[in-house]
């Protein structure tokens, strides 16, 4: 399978709201709801943030939300805060017990 | 808490194997279906292989087909990456996580483990 296309950074100044957007195809993202988020600090595991295409995981602010159209995810981030600042990974299953991950995007908060 | 260390990680040669494990605490381990991904240095994480609750059910990355077998003993807890003819591409951190969910609402990875390095040089 290929990766999931994400753009490699994006950016806001705190308090905006950014997204960050995950392209697959039609064999994942598009005939499958199993789109998850996953945030990485330099040095860490990645920490699941959204699963299910929309859902938020308990201690997850709100602030984070996922959508799905077609064979493209997306997560925003509202109300931007330093501390959001980091590596975000979209993952989507590709049926057959397998799961393709997107490059990542790197956030700053200007 | 629900936790999970790798170990087993560290330096080979080219062609050379390595076995990865997985230690479970926190949960039962049999109950959950679990995964093996890896993340080469600046890049995005790749998952590597899967395996059922029992353990009778696995699927593999192409990238590591007929070189790496994922196995797990209930038991003990334990998930298992045995890895043969390792090549420089596989130079990466290998991380292990649980799958979620079940029905139409399933297949999320948390949590994670906090990652060996493998290294594989020539």
């Known amino acids: 399978q290929s990766a999931l296309t994400q753009p490699r950074s994006v950016s806001g100044s705190p308090g905006q709201s950014v997204t960050i957007s995950c392209t697959g195809t039609t064999s994942d993202i598009g005939t499958y709801d199993y789109v998850s988020w996953y945030q990485q600090h330099p040095g860490k595991a990645p920490k699941l943030i959204i699963y299910?295409?929309?859902e938020r995981p308990s201690g997850v602010p709100d602030r984070f939300s996922g959508s799905k159209s077609g064979n493209t995810a997306s997560l925003t981030i509202s109300g931007l805060q330093a501390e959001d600042e980091t590596d975000y990974y979209c993952?989507?299953?590709?049926?057959?017990?397998?799961?393709?991950f997107g490059g990542g995007t790197k956030l700053t908060v200007l | 808490d629900v936790q999970l260390v790798e170990s087993g990680g560290g330096l080979v040669r080219t062609g050379g194997s390595l076995r990865l494990a997985c230690v479970a605490s926190?949960?039962?381990?049999?109950?959950?279906?679990m995964i093996w991904v890896r993340q080469a240095p600046g890049k995005g994480p790749e998952w590597i292989s899967f395996i059922s609750e029992t353990g009778n059910t696995m699927y593999y990355g192409g990238s590591v087909t007929g070189r790496f077998t994922i196995s797990r003993d209930n038991a003990e807890n334990s998930l298992y990456l045995q890895m043969n003819s390792l090549r420089v591409e596989d130079t990466a951190v290998y991380y292990c996580?649980?799958?979620?969910?079940?029905?139409?609402?399933?297949?999320?990875?948390?949590?994670w483990g906090q990652g060996t390095l493998v290294t594989v040089s020539s």
């Open positions: 996580a649980r799958i979620l969910g079940s029905g139409n609402h399933w297949g999320w990875f948390d949590p």
């Open positions: 993952c989507a299953y590709a049926g057959r017990y397998t799961w393709v």
């Open positions: 299910d295409v929309t």
């Open positions: 926190g949960f039962i381990f049999s109950d959950y279906e």
